[in-house]
Protein backbone atom coordinates (compact mmCIF):
# COMPACT_ATOMS: atom_id res chain seq x y z
CA UNK A 1 0.00 0.00 0.00
CA UNK A 2 2.68 2.35 0.88
CA UNK A 3 3.92 2.49 -3.10
CA UNK A 4 0.05 3.56 -3.83
CA UNK A 5 0.06 6.23 -0.90
CA UNK A 6 2.91 7.55 -2.29
CA UNK A 7 1.83 7.76 -5.93
CA UNK A 8 -1.21 9.78 -4.52
CA UNK A 9 0.80 12.05 -2.51
CA UNK A 10 2.93 12.52 -5.83
CA UNK A 11 0.21 13.45 -8.10
CA UNK A 12 -1.35 15.62 -5.77
CA UNK A 13 2.27 17.55 -5.44
CA UNK A 14 2.02 17.65 -9.34
CA UNK A 15 -1.06 18.67 -9.83
CA UNK A 16 -0.80 21.68 -7.62
CA UNK A 17 2.28 22.79 -9.28
CA UNK A 18 0.76 22.16 -12.58
CA UNK A 19 -2.58 24.37 -11.55
CA UNK A 20 0.17 27.19 -10.36
CA UNK A 21 1.99 27.36 -13.15
CA UNK A 22 -0.98 27.21 -15.58
CA UNK A 23 -2.05 30.54 -13.87
CA UNK A 24 1.23 32.17 -13.74
CA UNK A 25 2.47 30.89 -17.48
CA UNK A 26 -0.65 30.49 -19.04
CA UNK A 27 0.86 32.25 -22.52
CA UNK A 28 4.11 30.53 -22.11
CA UNK A 29 2.19 26.65 -22.00
CA UNK A 30 -0.55 27.73 -23.96
CA UNK A 31 0.21 30.24 -26.71
CA UNK A 32 -2.09 29.36 -29.53
CA UNK A 33 -4.97 29.23 -26.52
CA UNK A 34 -6.44 26.66 -27.15
CA UNK A 35 -9.41 26.27 -24.92
CA UNK A 36 -8.65 23.47 -22.02
CA UNK A 37 -11.55 21.37 -22.54
CA UNK A 38 -12.67 17.77 -24.04
CA UNK A 39 -11.05 18.81 -26.81
CA UNK A 40 -7.85 19.72 -25.71
CA UNK A 41 -6.37 18.93 -22.44
CA UNK A 42 -3.08 20.00 -20.39
CA UNK A 43 -0.29 17.35 -20.49
CA UNK A 44 3.18 16.24 -18.67
CA UNK A 45 5.62 15.91 -21.82
CA UNK A 46 7.43 13.80 -19.50
CA UNK A 47 4.62 12.11 -17.70
CA UNK A 48 3.82 12.28 -14.02
CA UNK A 49 3.95 8.75 -13.78
CA UNK A 50 7.52 8.34 -15.00
CA UNK A 51 8.10 10.95 -12.97
CA UNK A 52 7.03 9.67 -10.07
CA UNK A 53 9.43 6.47 -10.88
CA UNK A 54 12.60 8.19 -11.62
CA UNK A 55 11.98 10.34 -8.32
CA UNK A 56 12.01 13.78 -9.90
CA UNK A 57 10.89 16.57 -8.21
CA UNK A 58 7.17 17.32 -8.40
CA UNK A 59 8.11 20.86 -9.34
CA UNK A 60 9.74 19.76 -11.94
CA UNK A 61 7.43 17.61 -13.61
CA UNK A 62 4.72 20.47 -12.88
CA UNK A 63 6.91 23.09 -14.32
CA UNK A 64 5.77 25.17 -17.35
CA UNK A 65 8.62 23.44 -19.90
CA UNK A 66 6.97 20.31 -18.91
CA UNK A 67 3.28 21.20 -20.16
CA UNK A 68 1.81 21.74 -23.69
CA UNK A 69 -1.38 21.48 -24.98
CA UNK A 70 -2.77 18.48 -26.81
CA UNK A 71 -5.11 17.39 -28.62
CA UNK A 72 -7.52 14.93 -26.62
CA UNK A 73 -6.67 12.00 -28.75
CA UNK A 74 -3.24 12.46 -28.53
CA UNK A 75 -3.02 12.64 -25.49
CA UNK A 76 -5.00 9.63 -24.19
CA UNK A 77 -2.88 7.98 -27.05
CA UNK A 78 0.39 9.00 -25.21
CA UNK A 79 -0.96 7.51 -21.65
CA UNK A 80 1.89 7.35 -19.48
CA UNK A 81 4.85 7.33 -22.50
CA UNK A 82 6.95 10.69 -22.50
CA UNK A 83 7.69 13.09 -25.22
CA UNK A 84 11.12 14.05 -23.72
CA UNK A 85 13.85 12.21 -22.44
CA UNK A 86 14.50 13.03 -18.69
CA UNK A 87 17.81 14.94 -19.58
CA UNK A 88 15.94 17.18 -22.20
CA UNK A 89 13.47 18.14 -18.75
CA UNK A 90 16.13 18.57 -17.04
CA UNK A 91 18.15 20.79 -19.22
CA UNK A 92 14.78 22.89 -20.26
CA UNK A 93 13.91 23.16 -16.32
CA UNK A 94 17.45 24.61 -16.07
CA UNK A 95 17.08 27.33 -18.42
CA UNK A 96 13.93 28.12 -17.41
CA UNK A 97 14.99 28.58 -13.88
CA UNK A 98 18.13 30.13 -15.38
CA UNK A 99 15.51 33.02 -17.03
CA UNK A 100 13.79 33.72 -14.18
CA UNK A 101 16.80 35.19 -12.74
CA UNK A 102 17.83 36.87 -15.46
CA UNK A 103 15.16 39.09 -15.91
CA UNK A 104 15.10 40.24 -12.21
Not at 29 to 35: E, R
Not at 66 to 86: G, H, V
Amino acid sequence: MKYADDLEVYNYLVDYYTRKNWVFYHEYINPDNLPRDRNYHLDHKYSKYQGFLDGILPQIIGAPVNLQMLPYEENISKNSNCWITQGELFEMYDMFIDSLYEDG
